[in-house]
């Protein structure tokens, strides 16, 4: 299995990640894990990914590419991976298709996980999460059994500062213009398949197993 997962913010990808690991023995590959790793490890490519996140800068396409590069040619890659927030536009999916072909390798598939607009906007901003285990609940889509309370450790819920309408509605407009040309990208080349992400936990699971039981 060799799948880029995408899914804005809100849609529940992290959730369907985590089942799909658990389920096939795969690894989860996100590039917000690589980049905190590289530094940790003070590699070269951490080195460098450092230095323009403590400029205020975006990290190169060039270093991400190299950290999947790495990531990839590790041993617990073989049974396949989920590659989740990468590609985030054209240009990377471009890219990481130029590198897959240098390791001969090909993704099988991108699964849109979908859920319209105004309810990712529901969700985030009523969004809790536990300050203690990271545990993550819903105050109107799947609630703690005590307010405030976390039902896994019993740590206290908080809210994101970054959950306010104002923000979670730009970070929906970025992912929307920046993931239009992936659909299109992947759709073209018969790769896409879409999931709506509104249904109950356990159907878009099951969907999920549906649509890898296709792949090749």
């Known amino acids: 299995m060799r799948i880029v997962l995408l899914g804005a913010p809100g849609s529940g990808k992290g959730t369907q990640a985590k089942q799909l690991v658990d389920h096939y023995g795969v690894v989860q590959i996100s590039t917000g894990d690589l980049l905190r790793a590289a530094v940790a490890s ?7 990914a450092k230095a323009a996140m403590d400029a205020g800068q975006l990290v190169s396409d ?8 790495e990531r990839l040619s590790q041993p617990d890659t073989q049974r396949g991976y989920i ?5 985030r536009n054209l240009t990377q999916a471009e890219a990481l298709d130029v590198l897959l072909d240098g390791m001969n390798q090909s993704l099988q598939a991108a699964i849109s996980l ?3 607009f105004d309810d990712l906007m529901h969700r985030l901003t009523d969004r809790q ?3 203690s285990c990271g545990a993550i609940f819903n105050r109107t889509t799947h609630p703690s059994a005590v307010p405030d309370v976390c039902d896994a450790c019993g740590g206290t819920l908080v809210q994101r500062a970054d959950d306010n309408a104002a923000t979670v509605r730009h970070r929906l407009n970025v992912f929307e213009a920046q993931t239009a040309p ?8 018969g790769k896409l398949a879409r999931i709506d992400g509104t249904r109950p936990i ?3 699971t099951e969907k999920f197993h549906d649509v890898l039981a ?3």
Do not use: R, W
């Open 42 to 48: 003070g590699s070269e490519l951490g080195k460098a």
């Open 62 to 69: 060039d270093i991400v590419l190299g950290m999947i590069k």
């Open 83 to 87: 590659l989740d927030g990468f590609p």
């Open 114 to 116: 979908e859920v319209p």
């Open 129 to 131: 999460t536990c300050s």
């Open 182 to 189: 992936l659909i299109a990208y992947y759709e073209n080349q």
């Open 202 to 204: 356990a159907e878009i």
């Open 214 to 216: 296709g792949l090749n």
